[in-house]
């Protein structure tokens, strides 16, 4: 199977390429045309040099992987450019898995599942956290009746502002936004496949820039959502990881339901401790590649719990719940999901 | 798929949850137990294949593979024969009553040229994979002190456990996955303490500690619990050298909680699964692929005559108060 890496934009794409290259069955090409030349800090290279680093395959334009005739192309690029790459990938009939979120306007995911749609192509999104087995077990458990009715979700995504690495994190074009734009789809579409049919009513949010003063865009944020089956879910969608400290962040939820209660955190994981020499804390992850299992699925196919990779529809239900959210801030009172 | 042919020996709770490991890794599997237990076990399982056997004889002589779940008291003999047929053997820990015996059984399987792969489960937990990968990268420079503590509940399940001359009681048959962890990573050891303390009413319920001096000078300690009704499974580590510290605590690992259930008992209780590849599956696919490949398994038969001599000479001291000097032990053998 041949598979394009479409930008390296999204920190994401670093670790799809180091997984598609070793995954058996799969050949990978990859470019990154659009990376600025002043974004290229020495510690953070991009484009070619970057394939070279990672031992990648490269071509210098997006033109170049489709001429390669890919059967799958990753979209990891800036927020805003994911609908003219989908867009591109439609018209050469090629799938789609686009980094979250989908889009930065719903104009524009509108637009991107409608091309699929057209050409035929599947467009998916890269949620990687449903591929947790922890998520998998408290979703065997709501399916299997145990919680009853679900009354509240306690959601957070917690992680570190990445735009050292890369600055467009930062920018409210590129970005679409900022942590609330970057982070509460991650928990919404949980929510989206755990709810089943129930669908997002109103959402409140506040949002700050304390962790980053004078930042353009808001750096921290909650957001409370109401669905129509009455279930109430927060989401603390923050860049309140410390910069320095050893892990990325965490996904959390706790779902309160009438019969029972449960909770899971994604990247618990770990043997943590302390490296003298370089004075610093140290974790060492032991728990599943959630990428891994996210490109396999979209892949391959779902693997043995039947978890199926997000798809175009279930991205625009996520940035309305965003879009709400945005919304929210600027009335100061709960907003209605378009 | 393997292409491997399983002969599952005993029918209780670790065979069981070996062969849903075989069945994952999709070995076929005969199952025979000398009580009669295991045509219920091969019917519960007839949907993935699995045969109940007529007689032990039919086992070693129609596998690939032995594997021993049966009482630690029968583990000897039943390496033997299966060795004496030419076939490849996993035994569950503790390999054998003593470190005479497991050595016997060793020296028979190396004459006969098959494999001997004792079932030292913990060293495919993927938190103590993680730890040795640290380890053996020098993250925290050379191992100086090393703590491991182990917290089950009393495995109730068979009533041999509660005879010590036939499970070796706590610090044979629960502290010896630590021993032969420790050993692992730090080397063989050259002294051991041990203390055992036991409820006076009920021997289900013990504490067992011992201290272990390696060669190479590290100390490791290791506290192991059957704990009261109602224990949790838990498990911590914490290894401290020369350039850092790493620390584990199943508590805080745990992916996936279920704080509270309402009429839990009643029936249907909330599952708790693998929240990463079973470790079992993990073990036997690497015994599956040595017998394939010949390349190494992690674990030896040696490891696991050094982990029996170990928590045997660990009962000598909880029994004798003394401190026991493994290395003469070893010349005197």
């Known amino acids: ?338 | 798929m393997l292409d491997l042919h399983v002969g599952l020996l005993g029918a209780g709770v670790m065979a069981q949850t070996h062969l849903e490991a075989w069945i994952t890794l999709g070995a076929r599997v005969s199952v025979y137990s000398a009580d009669g237990r295991h045509t219920h076990l091969a019917a519960a399982h007839s949907a993935q294949g699995v045969e109940a056997a007529p007689s032990r004889e039919h086992l070693l002589e129609h596998c690939t593979l032995i594997d021993i779940c049966t009482p630690t008291r029968t583990h000897k003999e039943l390496i033997l024969a299966a060795v004496g047929a030419g076939r490849h053997v996993v035994c569950e820990k503790p390999l054998a009553m003593n470190p005479e015996d497991a050595q016997e059984a060793t020296d028979a399987a190396a004459r006969a040229g098959v494999h001997l792969f004792p079932a030292h489960v913990v060293r495919y937990f993927p938190e103590y994979e993680a730890l040795h990968r640290a380890v053996a990268s020098g993250a925290v420079g050379e191992p100086a002190i090393l703590h491991f503590t182990r917290t089950t509940a009393y495995p109730d399940w068979s009533s041999w456990f509660q005879d010590p001359s036939q499970s070796g009681g706590i610090l044979t048959d629960q502290m010896i996955h630590d021993f032969d962890y420790a050993c692992s990573l730090v080397g063989e050891p050259v002294r051991v303490y041990a203390q055992v303390r036991e409820h006076d009413g009920d021997p289900r319920i013990a504490s067992g500690t011992a201290v272990l001096t390696h060669a190479n000078g590290a100390i490791s300690y290791f506290h192991g619990l059957w704990g009261q009704p109602g224990t949790t499974f838990r498990t911590t580590f914490r290894v401290a050298g020369s350039d850092g510290v790493l620390h584990h605590d199943s508590h805080r690992t745990t992916a996936f909680r279920v704080l509270a259930q309402h009429d839990a008992d009643a029936g249907a209780p909330i599952p708790q699964t693998w929240l990463s590849e079973n470790p079992y599956a993990s073990e036997l696919r690497e015994f599956a692929t040595t017998i394939a490949t010949g390349r190494p398994s992690r674990v030896t038969a040696r490891d696991g005559v050094t982990a029996v001599r170990v928590a045997t000479a660990a009962r000598e001291s909880a029994r004798t108060g003394r401190a026991i000097d493994l290395t003469a032990e070893e010349a005197t053998r």
């Open chain 1, 1 to 338: 199977m041949k598979v394009g890496l479409l930008s390296f934009a999204h920190t994401h794409a670093l670790s799809y390429a180091t997984l598609l290259r070793d995954m058996e069955g799969v050949e990978l090409l990859t470019t990154d045309p659009d990376a600025p030349l002043h974004d290229a800090a020495p510690a953070w290279p991009r484009g070619q040099e970057l394939a070279r680093e990672l031992k990648v395959d490269y071509a210098d334009t997006y033109d170049e992987v489709f001429a390669w005739r890919p059967d799958a192309v990753i979209i990891a690029s800036e927020n805003s450019r994911h609908r003219g790459l989908t867009e591109l990938a439609a018209q050469h009939g090629v799938d789609v898995l686009c980094e979250k979120p989908l889009a930065t306007t719903v104009a524009d995911a509108e637009a991107m599942i409608e091309a699929c749609r057209r050409a035929g192509t599947r467009l998916a999104i890269a949620h990687p956290v449903r591929f947790s087995p922890a998520y998998a077990a408290a979703r065997a458990a709501v399916r299997a009746g145990h919680l009853g009715k679900i009354l509240s979700v306690r959601g957070a995504n917690y992680g570190q502002l990445t735009d050292d690495a890369r600055a467009w994190f930062a920018d409210p074009v590129l970005a679409g936004g900022g942590a609330l734009m970057d982070h509460t789809v991650h928990i919404a579409d949980l929510l989206d496949d755990l709810l089943g049919n129930a669908r997002a009513t109103e959402v409140y949010a506040q949002s700050n820039t304390l962790l980053r003063p004078g930042s353009v865009t808001e750096t921290a944020g909650l957001v409370t959502v109401a669905y129509d089956n009455d279930t109430h879910v927060t989401i603390d969608c923050s860049w309140s990881q410390p910069r320095h400290h050893p892990q990325w962040g965490d996904v959390e939820l706790q779902i309160v339901g009438e019969k029972a209660t449960v909770e899971f955190t994604a990247f618990a994981q770990s043997v943590s401790g302390y490296d003298e020499r370089n004075r610093q804390a140290t974790v060492h992850p032991w728990g599943t590649d959630l990428d891994e299992r996210l490109l396999r699925a979209f892949l391959f196919g779902p693997g043995e719990d039947g978890i199926e990779v997000a798809v175009g529809e279930a991205g625009l239900r996520t940035l309305r719940i965003v879009m709400a959210g945005y919304a929210s801030t600027c009335s100061g009172q709960p907003s209605t999901v378009a």
